[in-house]
């Protein structure tokens, strides 16, 4: 797979690589290429610098060195734009880049803003299973998945996502609207566990 080798994006990359274990670090990958191959059939024009940066460090709010106190999502843009200060880029393209990593388990708002916020919630959506994989070719899927396996990714995500919510319970208080729909209207609202067990991958 082929990714923008400028000097950031391979700081990036190899900040992401030394911190994750294995599995998250293909699940960022994943994220720019799907976001990337859904792009490129939607027309879509963005920065693909960005939606690089955006997609490789997504999920460090999930790594030891990076938890804070806020939520996995808050504290991996904090950590993000952070390392993107340091290495001396522009202020604009970070705070587009921290809305992207803030917002990208939100449903219904990074598609209303640019499009590599949009692009790299599509991504990781499709990774995950909460967003058709049929939005990407089933070629561009099995290239991506040959480069990227995804190595147990349903049940590793799940227990690393259970490991962070352990220590901060309180940040777990995400969707307001399906909890009330589960719990109070006995609504047939999956949550986000049945969303990554049935997603349409083999692991």
């Not at 992401?16 to 976001?35: C, E, I, K, Y």
């Not at 803003?113 to 991504?123: D, N, R």
Request: proline share 5%.
């Amino acid at each position: 797979m082929q990714y923008p080798d400028t000097q950031v994006c391979i700081a990036a990359m190899e900040l992401a690589r030394d911190h994750s274990p294995q599995f998250l670090f293909n699940h960022v990958m994943r994220t720019f290429a799907f976001g990337r191959a859904a792009g490129a059939l939607q027309g879509a024009r963005y920065d693909e610098e960005m939606l690089f940066l955006g997609s490789v460090l997504h999920d460090l709010g999930l790594v030891e060195k990076f938890i804070g106190e806020d939520r996995f999502e808050v504290d991996g843009a904090d950590a993000a734009a952070e390392f993107l200060s340091k290495q001396g880029y522009s202020d604009r393209k970070i705070a587009i880049i921290w809305d992207a990593i803030a917002l990208h388990t939100t449903p219904g708002v990074p598609q209303r803003k640019q499009p590599e916020i949009a692009l790299l919630q599509l991504g990781a959506g499709i990774d995950i299973g909460a967003i058709p994989r049929s939005l990407v070719t089933p070629n561009s899927v099995e290239i991506i998945l040959s480069e990227y396996p995804r190595l147990g990714f349903k049940k590793a995500m799940l227990e690393a996502m259970g490991t962070v919510v352990r220590r901060k319970p309180m940040t777990g208080a995400i969707n307001l609207m399906g909890e009330i729909g589960r719990v109070q209207e006995h609504l047939p609202i999956p949550g986000f566990c049945d969303i990554v067990m049935h997603a349409e991958f083999e692991d």
